[in-house]
């Protein structure tokens, strides 16, 4: 038996379908939304680490906080012609508050892992390379990282140097709300060491806190897990995170980003690396590529 089909009735569905195709593939892809309500409400709202230096100080003059995180949000503001706010974040609300849309950006001191960057969107360019420390007491005896075996380490909630810190070195890791309470508790005994990332507790030891801090030292000069630090965003934000991007090239390459390093007391070298690199049109990119061998 032979079976035969009018070719209208086969051509025209054929046709349909291969116009809807072509239609999805030739479409221009969705923009996201976040530039427009930046640029309709006046404001970019960036999560920041607060008073945390030397990433950002309280200004007596304003109250507010200002130094190196609060001066490359201004200038991601400045571009595109909008008024910075900035809102205080934790380890424990910083995600929260970036996926609820509270903030626009996060350019709160975060390093680029695997496990953020699938919740997370970034700007693939880091604008700094930064590690975690150990802050430990003078008479302490803890001089390397193998020191802290059997040891409570306090980090930071959601910090990156938990890991690496319980699986490689076997401490006892005590997760708390941020540094000050991790100093605290490394005052008060409950901690050996107070882990966090390597500038903070730097300034920490010789900043105007110098003086309380007298009897503390950071363990060794070898940073954990030094990784890049990136500006993040929403995930599905293609636009966003181009744009963020496509500055902080300019920073490297402008010098902006060292001025402001150096200026604000943010060690800066990576930032004179990263400008040597830029004069040839090179950058990094998170992950770097030593971390994915």
Not at 281 to 293: G, T, V
Request: with cysteine; proline share 6%.
């Amino acid at each position: 038996m032979s079976y035969s089909l009018r070719p209208f009735t086969f051509a025209r569905p054929m046709l349909l379908c291969c116009l809807s195709v072509l239609a999805l593939v030739s479409a221009p892809a969705k923009a996201d939304a976040t530039l427009d309500k930046i640029k309709q409400r006046g404001k970019l709202s960036v999560g920041i680490d607060g008073i945390s230096p030397p990433f950002g100080v309280l200004n007596p003059a304003t109250g507010k906080v200002s130094g190196f995180q609060p001066e490359l949000a201004g200038d991601i503001a400045k571009r595109l012609g909008v008024e910075l706010e900035t809102i205080d974040v934790t380890p424990a609300t910083r995600v929260q508050f970036l996926q609820a849309g509270k903030v626009d950006l996060l350019i709160a001191n975060i390093q680029w892992t695997q496990e953020r960057s699938e919740i997370l969107a970034f700007a693939p360019t880091p604008y700094n390379l930064v590690g975690g420390a150990a802050m430990v007491a003078k008479a302490s005896g803890i001089r390397r990282w193998e020191d802290l075996r059997g040891k409570v380490a306090c980090v930071s909630q959601g910090s990156n140097f938990a890991r690496p810190l319980q699986e490689t070195y076997g401490a006892i890791v005590k997760g708390l709300r941020g540094i000050p309470e991790s100093l605290l508790a490394l005052k008060g005994g409950t901690c050996a060491a107070s882990v966090h990332v390597q500038p903070a507790l730097y300034q920490t030891l010789h900043g105007e806190s110098a003086a309380e801090w007298k009897d503390y030292t950071l363990a060794t000069p070898d940073q954990l897990i030094p990784s890049p630090t990136v500006i993040w965003m929403r995930r599905g934000e293609a636009d966003t995170q181009a744009l963020v991007d496509k500055v902080i090239r300019d920073w490297h390459r402008s010098g902006l980003l060292l001025a402001s390093a150096r200026k604000n007391g943010v060690p800066d070298e990576y930032m004179r690396a990263a400008n040597q690199k830029a004069q040839q049109n090179r950058y990094d990119h998170a992950p770097f590529e030593s971390d994915l061998k």
